[in-house]
């Protein structure tokens, strides 16, 4: 059995299965594959149009009607919704299906509905609605079996019927490989910053050893994996860092590194990890001058990291140069873009703060995030600096007119792929964490062995943890289009704060999400 498109080959079943459908007084289920009165051509030119969303009301989405063929027969048809408007979301959902009376209970709409599925997981829908009547056992069951979940049960003012709504996960079967790494080479620092996500676990000489990166790597590039990002602590001063350096290059894997750029001032050192092999770093500053860097560090590192960033760049390092925003004060901001235009930086990386696991609190909140990617944004969007914004925080709380010539102008990149599962982290100890924002926390309970990474990374647990930071947090992010780009931000800021609670599915919504969402 399969599903096929309306074509010509068909006619004379199609036929067949309207005529029964009329015997039984039941052609109104057909839906979108009947029309009373129209021809077989007209019907075909139709539903291709429907295909392509052209002439269809406000009121109607575009969609895809299938035939359900078996052995040669149109035992039924199936209209797979590429979106859902309002009307859709309230009473509908993505999929309808009707089955020949005479070729019911055989469980073609079982199948029909597992074929379905595998044709959305192709176009990146990964939560299907799907709705029928609460007395349809049958079509309830249909549902169960496909992995529905019922979400409620409502009473429909159109038919005068209670309706019940189903949601269906879709989780690709096929075992995910990630093609980016990140290594936590060391939980060390040279600088002492106020906000670091880590530093409650930085500690003297927690260092990856030498001889175990190179397994891991050698694993690494067994499994296919195409990049690993060093981090930290401090990666940069590991006392093996070039040698790690150059054996992860020598493995034909590009190796960036994100750094505070201090150890970079040293041009002999910044020469050797660029002859090493050392694709990129991104490099954080954090503040505008001395005082401020020393106050937000406990380090005078300032003049180190300008200058690390100017070395690395003359090297032919591709650099870039972070920036967080996370200070309503815009005047430090603007000291900042001085020194930016002063020194010549390019590749200015803004950053929005994001919250780590443990955080009691947020220290700036989505809507004072938003107004201040505003300011910066109409300060400088003139200037011939090239700069991107990486978003954390949800596209919709964003300026509508910001946001359009951001994404013109390339000047935006959104989405975590950790929670895609595109990418793993190891802490210090190897073990995987949820995200270096969880760090203390990982999803692995005891030492996971180098060849059973791969079956781990596609465990339940490890599922799980993509199932619920891949969720939607708002009703309205089903039906945004900005979704599969947006994501709606950093879930960490929707999480709860524990780790735990976030794994085992449950999350909850600040004030402040509420807010926009409404």
């Known amino acids: 059995m399969n599903l096929v498109l309306p074509c010509k080959k068909y006619e ?18 057909m839906g979108n594959a009947y029309r009373s009165g129209e021809c077989y051509q007209d019907m075909l030119k139709r539903l291709k149009n429907r295909r392509n969303g052209i002439g269809i009301s406000n009121r109607d989405v575009p969609a895809t009607v299938y035939f359900i063929i078996d052995n040669h027969k149109v035992v039924g048809t199936i209209d797979l919704r590429h979106k859902l408007n309002d009307n859709y979301f309230s009473r509908l959902g993505h999929v309808a299906y009707y089955i020949k009376p ?70 690709d079967d096929e075992k995910v490989i990630p093609n980016t790494v990140w290594l936590t080479t060391n939980m060390t620092c040279n600088n002492n910053c106020k906000w670091c996500y880590a530093k409650k676990y930085l500690k003297i000489n927690r260092n990856m050893s030498y001889q175990n990166v190179k397994k891991y790597v050698s694993y690494l590039r067994n499994i296919g994996i195409k990049k690993i990002i060093l981090i930290g602590g401090e ?136 107004l201040l990617c505003k300011y910066v944004y109409d300060k400088i969007y003139k200037d011939e600096i090239n700069f991107v914004f990486e978003m954390s925080i949800p596209l919709c709380s964003l300026d509508k007119n910001m946001l359009t010539h951001m994404i013109l102008k390339n000047r935006i990149i959104t989405c975590c792929h950790i929670a895609k599962g595109a990418g793993m982290i190891f802490d210090s100890d190897f073990n995987i964490l949820p995200c270096n924002h969880f760090m203390g926390h990982p999803l692995n309970d005891t030492k996971i062995k180098l060849d059973e990474l791969v079956e781990f990374w596609n465990s339940n647990n490890a599922k799980q943890f993509r199932k619920i930071i891949g969720k939607y947090p708002s009703e309205i992010c089903s039906r945004c289009k900005k979704w599969y780009q947006c994501g709606g931000g950093c879930a960490i800021r929707w999480l709860s704060s524990n780790p735990s609670e976030a794994i085992n599915d449950k999350y909850v919504y600040t004030k402040e999400v509420r807010k926009w969402q409404h």
Request: glycine share 4%; proline share 1%; charged share 30%.
């Open 235 to 370: 990666p940069s001063i590991h006392p093996d860092i070039l040698k790690i350096i150059r054996y992860i290059s020598r493995n034909n894997i590009k190796v960036s590194m994100a750094t505070n750029g201090r150890k970079f001032e040293d041009v002999e050192f910044c020469k050797k990890a660029y002859e090493a092999g050392l694709y990129s770093i991104n490099i954080s500053i954090k503040g505008s001058n001395e005082e401020e860097y020393m106050m937000n560090t406990n380090s005078n590192g300032f003049l180190q990291t300008i200058k690390g960033y100017e070395n690395a760049n003359y090297y032919g390092i591709k650099t870039s140069l972070s920036y967080v925003l996370c200070n309503t004060d815009t005047k430090k901001f603007d000291n900042f873009w001085e020194v930016v235009k002063e020194h010549h930086l390019n590749n200015i990386l803004f950053q929005l703060y994001k919250p780590s696991a443990e955080d009691e609190k947020q220290i700036i909140s989505i809507k004072e995030l938003s």
């Open 12 to 29: 004379k079943e199609y036929y067949e299965l309207v005529n029964s459908a009329i015997k039984n007084e039941d052609v109104s289920e």
């Open 102 to 171: 005479e070729e019911r209970k055989k469980g073609y709409a079982t199948k029909a509905l597992s074929l379905a599925l595998k044709k959305y997981k192709k176009h990146k829908i990964k939560d299907i609605l799907i709705t029928c009547l609460e007395d349809n056992d049958a079509s309830r069951k249909v549902i169960e079996k496909n992995g529905g979940k019922l979400e409620k049960t409502f009473y429909d003012d159109v038919t005068k019927k209670y309706i019940q709504r189903f949601w269906i996960n879709i989780i």
